[in-house]
């Protein structure tokens, strides 16, 4: 086999000409390599800004709706009760501000620019030139910060770490560097939790490798044991906390594996930096270390930024999960159009899609007509399962739409003892005690809300509520939940809504009896669906909607009978539609796997197609 010709010449003197046309770029635009340096740097942040603005602008909103920050004393006395208090108070109240997601992406953006400031200042300490070094911590922090697990308060106290080591190395005189580790990191332990820990091996290295005294060792010795002993009597014998814990308080974070990787390497990046460089001082010349900043350079740089960018983009990006976040966020504005647009994108099954999905479809007047158009997996489609804790923080919406007032206020309360206080779980508590008349319950979920910045007006105009009732008759959804209420005592379900006991209480909740004839659809019941197919006229229909007539086609055809709702008949195009589908699948009666492929693209949408293969 003859090896391919590769005309390595030719491509280097192509080579050559580029270089030579990009310089003489260079002069014609007067931008020096310094200059070059800085745009390339500029556009990282750029990129970082972009990519978290647009493509993880859901993943900043959720942040925000996953805790409340309050300006009260007994907020400050909760956070300032563990280590890592300011780094949490601080990181909390910025998080507030993830109400918006560009002011989100923005902070991020800023942070990380930080952490490029500070590498970079210590990296002139120790005589290291690299910008891609100094860019690692800040693609660390955008893997990290892509996580939902991972907090805006670990930002600032790795901020706080790196500040607190430029400030030490920055100090000349030895005895003045010593007595400030000595009085200094046990109050970073205070404001900055585990990311004070790394700190502990940067002094020691920095005095055994780097300070030329013959107690050295003995000083490294120190700092080892001080931190050990101080993080040892603060968590075990001032804040009682259990000492397998004491590295990760008060950030436990539930990071995915890749994650945790990236937030090790964070920590310990610096220790490993200050070893590698020491052994390279001490066996490689630094004249073979030191490369020029050259269009070479520039290149090898752009394109290592590049992977790096891929990296983030492959492995932390997760498509999925930031259309369910969105999903999630116009469920909660009730912009039920762009949780079916969403919908349309997201790529496969997935419970909670298929929840919201299935209540804007109900919410936009489509469920009957278009249920089958999207993913389905059963009754488990309609409600969420007490069974999964992930579960908790989304249950309510359904049951409060359902006017299941009850069950909607459980789910908010179990919601906000998972996460702790939360605007939505405690916007939600407040309309259900007042649809309820728990007004002193209300009063108080009230003035949790009334103690924040961007929910104190929802709180103030819900007490007008509670001040005059006649308003909450007037407002819409309270009186049409009110005169839906709960008048009879049953056992909730754990994996699904009495829609029957709902239905039994108001015969007229139209919501309750789409739900109920939907998951009739879902579970293949068509003998029942044929009963409460009679009790359509009592709903308001003006046509019998396309999948209760596909279904009921099947009921006929089955139980040779010719039922029909009084005053309703089947539209012939309906009609038409079930002879051609029940004329192709005969033709593939043997084959079943070959009819789904003939009938997919025709009829994928539609009952009988559920019916038969799903």
Known sequence: MKTPFIPWDVLYRYFIKFRLIYSNLLMTLQISNEKLKHLLVGSIFIVFFLYFSVFKRFHILFLEQNQLFQYNFDFLNEIFAFPGSVSSYIGRFFTQFFISSLVGALVFTLAAFAVFILTKY????????????????????????????????????????????????????SKLRNIFYFVGWPLLFLVAGRYSFPIIFLCAFHELFYREKKNRVVIFVLYIVLGALTSYVLTEHIFYIPSNESFAYPFLSNLNSFSRHALALLLYWFPLLILVKFFLNKYIPIKKRLLPWNLTNILACTIIFMLMGFVVFRLSYNRR???????????????????????DTYPDYNTLAIYYTNLALYKTGRLTDRMFRYPQIG??????????????????????????????????????????????????????????????????????????????????????????????EKDTEISQSRDLLVNSDFFAMSNGINLIELLNNHPENKMAYEYLMASLLLEKNIDEFGIYILKMKDYGYTRIPVHFEEALIVFNSSKKMNLMPEGFSFNQETIRRYN??????SMYKNNPDAAAKALKKRYGGS?????YFS
């Open 580 to 585: 051609d589908f029940a004329a192709t699948y």
């Open 607 to 611: 009952y009988w197609f559920y019916l």
């Open 122 to 173: 210590i990296y002139n300490k120790y005589n290291i030139n690299s910008i891609i070094l100094s860019i690692v911590p800040v693609w660390l922090l955008a893997i990290l910060l892509s996580n939902g697990s991972f907090t805006f308060a670990q930002v600032i106290g790795f901020l706080f770490s790196l500040s607190f080591f430029s400030l030490y190395i920055s100090i000349d005189t």
């Open 321 to 343: 999960l930031e259309i369910m976040k969105g999903m999630d966020h116009y469920v909660q504005k009730a912009d039920w159009e762009k949780v079916l647009k969403l919908s």
């Open 379 to 472: 009754t488990d489609g309609l409600s969420l399962s007490w069974g999964k804790n992930s579960h908790i923080f989304y249950g309510s919406e359904v049951s409060y739409y359902l006017s299941n007032t009850n069950e909607a206020y459980r789910w908010s309360f179990e919601a906000m003892v998972q996460k702790g206080l939360n605007p939505r779980s405690l916007k939600r508590l407040v309309l259900t005690s007042i649809i309820n008349g728990d007004n002193a319950i209300a009063e108080k979920f009230i003035n949790q809300l009334n103690q924040t910045l961007f929910y104190r007006r929802w709180a103030q105009h819900s007490k007008e509520f509670l001040d005059n009732p006649a308003l909450a």
